[in-house]
């Protein structure tokens, strides 16, 4: 299990190693709330108190650093280390579509109740060997399912 004094080590080395040279389109936003970027044209550092991260699709998210606390975001950065490897010359990437990763934060800014957090913890780790944007896909009909838990 990786704690979260180096997870934010490693958040901040892949944050700087991959803000050269990227200009910021950025949406208003209080600290509480999620920042969604073109990965095309964003920002070279985080705001303060702010982490980036890619999904699959080259979507750009900034999020305040309580997220990494969130089981959830743990297990995405699992499965990115497993996926993608840690890379000091790149960002951090999460194997996972921006849809699904805009459907996290809103559980996330909702707090969802324990048992939806651990069936979602539970499709990611055990149903999603290659991609989550993939096992996203296949859950697509079961969100029903995880809401009713």
């Not at 980036?52 to 950065?77: A, Q």
């Not at 048992?115 to 780790?125: G, M, Q, R, V, W």
Request: positive net charge.
């Amino acid at each position: 299990m990786i704690s979260p004094k180096n997870l934010l080590k490693m958040a901040r080395k892949w944050e700087k190693s991959a803000s050269i040279g990227r200009k910021r389109i950025s949406f208003r936003s209080t600290n509480d709330y999620v920042k969604f970027e073109s990965c095309k044209t964003s920002s070279s550092v985080a705001n303060k108190g702010h982490f980036v991260i890619y999904t699959t699709d080259d979507k750009r998210f900034m999020m305040p650093l309580s997220y990494l606390n969130n089981n959830i975001f743990r297990e995405l950065f699992k499965k990115s280390e497993e996926e993608f490897g840690i890379s000091s010359d790149g960002p951090i990437t999460l194997p996972c579509d921006s849809v699904f990763m805009n459907y996290i934060v809103l559980l996330i800014q909702r707090g969802a109740a324990k048992d939806l957090e651990k069936a979602l913890l539970n499709s990611i780790a055990t149903k999603c060997c290659s991609s989550i944007s993939s096992c996203h896909q296949g859950f697509a009909g079961q969100n029903l399912v995880l809401c009713g838990y």
